[in-house]
């Protein structure tokens, strides 16, 4: 049985793997090992997860953090690779727009993750 394309394009990847491929680009890693060095994490939780298939909400926030990438590109290949302040007014095809100028190391771990929670469930919505 063949597949037939979508007539509008085809749909982001969400699938682990493709999740994968998109985290260690964002990080510039190679491998297992540099990924695992860059987040400052056990080079074991990379093999956790990638067995879980479950790449973890607090790599998200270190790839914000350290780089400014959008977690929704990580997870469902959707808008741009890094998060940018928008102009206000303007539309902003990651979906996010800074209200105020604060550094990401500013927000605090609960205002990070209530936005993840609230952009989840949004696209699960």
Known sequence: M???????GTP???????????????????????LADFLEIRHSAVADARRRKLIPSDWLLILLDKKGINPD?????KGGMLLEPGAAGAANPAGF?????RPVGAYS???LLAELARRILKNVG
């Open 73 to 77: 590109w990580i997870r469902l290949g």
């Open 12 to 34: 982001p990847e969400t699938d682990f793997d493709a999740q994968y491929r998109r985290l260690l680009a964002a990080a510039g890693c190679a491998t297992q090992m540099e």
């Open 109 to 111: 771990t609960d205002e």
């Open 2 to 8: 063949t597949e037939i394309p979508l007539p509008y």
């Open 97 to 101: 727009m800074m209200t105020e100028s």
